[in-house]
């Protein structure tokens, strides 16, 4: 393995300025409640409106909505909602008999009340309101809160738009860590949220990971990263195209290129400097490219995936031969694209794949937002009197061997109940009181 760019930058951690700030605005926040979220929004956005959409503010924006906008993400919500459905099918209800007189079961209950932010700030997410809120919509989610930043007067149109097609309750025109707190704490008349989802800055991301625990989250959000594998019969332009596409969500984006072939690395690193700078936000890219793009060279295929998994990048596109290859051997990454034509911007938009996924190495243990993960994954028991012969006597045993003497005496008064007359190998105690009551 070789670098043929390396990044300038490391990993990027808390910084501890933002995240005493924000520890500061949720502690204002759940002490004051509505009031410090008023002067917050006037401080921080110039906001003095009501935070909650109204039904005739909501038709206003929707009026201004291009109708080819309207159809675009029609489309997309038909993607993610066939995709989500195709999902929760998966999932299943099942109960089975272990031991005679033993039954063990699940049951899929969806979570009760998900708060979806949808990021505002440098680019309209529109499509971002969609993966949260119809995949919550299709899970079986019943209570649907979202909060986007307002850009001047209101959210984006788009936005907006999004929200209601994709079957949200109610809409906060709010951002930040004040969103956040809101829809975690219950403000301006809704309930406190079961969960929160969706990307956001480094305050939103943070404001998120504290308040894990209280709610629910989707996953640990960073800045979003984007990987290729790719061959020596690659398209060096279809590469460096996809990266720049990448490298725009922000200057601290990382992107990652794997090859086996150093004259296409090179040709790549020509290309994007040459492709960037005709872009009308090149600074940007060509931050993130200086600071955060990487290029590895790799001896052969094997070599590839074993860097690959060591990034575990969010997105992950492979434009190599043989991709079923590919798909059966990579373990960590958000999401996969097998081929030149499953660009990441397709999954982002309007493939009906989920954009809400790992950052910061998560790909290494979860996945990226989908129906599961609104929908809590319940067991259940029903064991009969005959069936404790064996389960209360085994249930004895192991918890005096972990000297929970207390679990010992719920399963010994079972036998001594039901079996009254049996003689056992092992010491069976039992309350006194109990015994005395029952009789």
């Known amino acids: 393995m070789e670098y043929l760019k390396r990044s300038s930058s490391t990993r990027v951690e808390d910084d501890p300025q933002i995240a005493s700030r924000v520890q500061e605005m949720l502690r204002t926040i759940r002490h004051e409640g509505e009031p410090a979220i008023k002067r917050y929004a006037r401080e921080l956005d110039g906001w003095e409106d009501e935070f909650v959409l109204s039904d005739a503010k ?42 005679p007189g033993v039954v063990l079961g699940q049951r899929l209950v969806p979570i009760q009340t998900v708060g979806c932010y949808v990021p505002g700030g440098r680019y309209a997410h529109a499509a971002s309101a969609l993966m ?7 899970a079986g989610v019943s209570e649907i809160i979202a909060c986007s930043p307002p850009r001047g007067s209101s959210i984006h149109p788009a936005v907006a738009y999004a929200m209601d097609l994709a079957g949200v309750n109610v809409i906060l025109e709010m951002g930040g860590v004040q969103a956040i707190a809101s829809m975690a704490f219950g403000l301006f008349g809704n309930p406190p949220v079961d969960m929160l989802v969706g990307p956001g800055n480094s305050y939103v991301a943070l404001a998120k990971k504290m308040l894990f625990g209280e709610v629910g ?15 020596s019969n690659a398209d060096p332009t279809s590469i460096a195209i996809d990266l720049i596409s990448q490298a725009e969500h ?42 955060h793009a990487e290029i590895v060279l790799c001896s052969d295929r094997s070599e590839m995936v074993e860097i690959s998994d060591h990034y575990a990048p969010e997105h992950l596109q492979i434009l190599a031969a043989d991709l079923d290859w590919w798909r059966e051997n990579l373990a960590n990454y958000g999401s996969l694209f097998l081929g030149e034509g499953s660009t990441v911007t397709h ?63 719920a399963c010994d008064w079972r036998l001594r109940k039901y079996f009254p007359d049996e003689e056992w190998s092992f010491t069976v105690r039992a309350t006194d009181e109990l015994e005395n009551q029952q009789k």
């Open 347 to 409: 999954g982002d938009k309007c493939s009906g794949t989920n954009h809400i996924l790992p950052t910061l190495k998560g790909a290494r243990y979860t996945g990226g937002l989908n129906v599961q993960k609104f929908i809590k994954v319940l067991t259940w028991q029903k064991i009969d009197e005959q069936a404790n012969r064996l389960m209360s006597a085994t249930g004895s045993r192991i918890s005096r061997a972990e000297g929970m003497e207390g679990h010992a005496r």
């Open 58 to 99: 909501k038709k206003m924006l929707i009026d201004q909505v291009p109708e080819q906008t309207k159809s675009d993400l029609q489309f997309s919500l038909k993607q993610i909602n066939r995709f989500a459905e195709a999902q929760r099918a998966s999932l299943t209800e099942f109960e089975i008999q272990t031991e």
């Open 132 to 138: 949260s809120i119809a995949t919550a919509r299709v």
């Open 217 to 231: 989250i989707d996953v640990v959000a960073g800045p979003t990263e984007s990987a290729i594998i790719a061959d």
């Open 250 to 291: 922000g200057p601290d984006s990382p992107v990652w290129l794997i090859v086996d072939d150093r004259k296409l690395g090179n040709q790549v690193m020509k290309l994007v400097k040459h492709i960037a700078s005709g872009m009308p936000n090149a600074e940007m890219i060509d931050h993130a490219w200086q600071h």
